[in-house]
């Protein structure tokens, strides 16, 4: 079910989310919540946290396909770059942000 995305000011998205500890069925309808969220608003990313879910996972559109990461970590990150950006938190409040050319993930 799609969901509303918090946006700045909006703290609620400052809690420290907490690990995913279970993948059955609540895991699988806050997965489809974020899917059917990115998918309504045109998004290439979405965390839970940002739709209200204070859980440590993250879905990413690549091609046609939606990738989840539970519990996600980086292992390495290297070249890094200033990159001025908004995001779906930050609309219309472009920020300067540290990013890596190279980004590994678990």
């Known amino acids: 079910m799609v969901q509303t995305i918090k946006y700045y000011p909006d703290e609620s998205i400052n809690v420290n989310a907490g690990p995913v500890r279970s993948f059955g069925e609540s895991y699988k309808t806050m997965l ?10 045109n998004l290439e990313a979405l965390s839970a946290i940002q739709i209200g879910y204070p859980y440590q996972l993250m879905v990413i559109k690549e091609g046609e396909s939606y990738i989840p990461y539970a519990n996600p970590r980086v292992v390495t990150q290297s070249n890094p770059f200033d990159s001025t950006e908004e995001s779906i938190y930050f609309k219309n409040h472009p920020i300067t942000v540290k990013r890596y050319q190279t980004l590994s993930i678990v």
């Open 32 to 41: 489809e919540d974020i899917i059917d969220t990115m998918k309504e608003h």
